[in-house]
T-cell receptor
Framework: AQKVTQAQTEISVVEKEDVTLDCVYE???????LFWYKQPPSGELVFLIR??????QNEISGRYSWNFQKSTSSFNFTITASQVVDSAVYFC????????????FGSGTRLLVRP | GAVVSQHPSRVICKSGTSVKIECRSL??????MFWYRQFPKQSLMLMAT?????????EQGVEKDKFLINHASLTLSTLTVTSAHPEDSSFYIC?????????????FGQGTRLTVV
């Protein structure tokens, strides 16, 4: 069975602090994809990143960075120098196989960045 | 990036009536679309996989007679909530995958907030 765990329900930080959102996944498949999505109060899902199981390189995109470690089945997301506009719910998701594309979502982490 | 449009964005309906939600891929063809439901402050749960020209595949626990899915073309899938009840009030969001490309993500619509009164 596949599962995504986001143990942090809610995180509150002060603007300019760095914050890391944790994601742990479970799957027996060797081919899978991991995603992060941002959901602002308006509700739409904003795609942030997709990583396949064969690519363990960490990625940086501006203030965002992702740390993929297969050894610990984790795909953590760090926001550097957080801003108030980063306040949202962040979902980690898993898709197994290379043709399914149905996503298994974690429970989400609500991030509040205070001025 | 590819655009998926969902309509309506918000709908309020009376208990017992039916509501249709549309999901359109605007600039690409989608052989497969997915319908998710999100209750307040909860995660997104997959309801069904919609395949163009064939019957939808429903996840366990989702009533196929209550949530009717039609995927009549490569750019449109519809979800009809029949005989809606207040417990069906939720955020419904679709995603669509680009046909003919193996290595792409699915793109999400902006969601539909359904309130049944």
């Amino acid at each position: 069975a596949q599962k995504v765990t986001q143990a942090q329900t809610e995180i509150s930080v002060v603007e300019k602090e760095d914050v890391t959102l944790d994601c742990v996944y479970e799957t027996r498949d060797t081919t899978y994809y991991l995603f992060w999505y941002k959901q602002p109060p308006s509700g739409e899902l904003v795609f942030l990143i997709r990583r396949n199981s064969f690519d363990e390189q960490n990625e940086i995109s501006g203030r965002y960075s992702w740390n993929f470690q297969k050894s610990t089945s984790s795909f953590n997301f760090t926001i550097t120098a957080s801003q108030v506009v980063d306040s949202a719910v962040y979902f980690c998701a898993l898709s197994v196989g290379d043709s399914s594309y149905k996503l298994i979502f974690g429970s989400g982490t609500r991030l509040l960045v205070r001025p | 990036g590819a655009v998926v449009s969902q309509h309506p964005s918000r709908v309020i309906c009376k208990s017992g009536t039916s509501v249709k939600i549309e999901c359109r891929s605007l600039d690409f063809q989608a052989t497969t679309m997915f319908w998710y439901r999100q209750f307040p402050k909860q995660s997104l749960m997959l309801m069904a996989t919609s395949n163009e020209g064939s019957k939808a595949t429903y996840e366990q626990g989702v009533e196929k007679d209550k949530f009717l899915i039609n995927h009549a073309s490569l750019t449109l899938s519809t979800l009809t909530v029949t005989s809606a009840h207040p417990e069906d009030s939720s955020f419904y969001i679709c995603s669509a995958r680009w046909a003919g490309a193996k290595n792409t993500e699915a793109f999400f619509g902006q969601g539909t907030r359904l309130t049944v009164v």
